[in-house]
């Protein structure tokens, strides 16, 4: 059964790290696109950030461009997210994706694009 398990959530303060994983088990077909989404109460889900195509066009979210940064890991079927210096409104559930096709605009991702989802993993940045 194809699968995405995210890792690495929890509570940091303001100006923190965070390193969140996410490992894709039983697909039978090659995943394309795999990153970031996050959704905070009340609002949107919104992607974060995405690897996408055989180039590894990556996509950043413009509020977490220079903070978070995304790496793939093929051999092992991972995605990682690093992300510092973590605000308050970085607070969100944060869930992984996965396309089987990639996204039609690699520079803008959205949550359409995506085929499968991971059941997410929560952050919490303290003030």
Known sequence: QAQLVESGGGLVQSGG???LSCTASGFT???AAIGWFRQA???EREAVSCISGKDGITYYLESVKGRFTISRDNAKNTVSLQMES???EDTAVYYCAAAFTAPPDPWYV???DMD???KGTLVTVSS
């Open 116 to 118: 499968y989802w991971g």
């Open 41 to 43: 109460p009340g609002k």
């Open 86 to 88: 973590l605000i308050p």
């Open 17 to 19: 790290s965070l390193r």
């Open 110 to 112: 959205q949550v359409i």
């Open 29 to 31: 077909r090659d995943i």
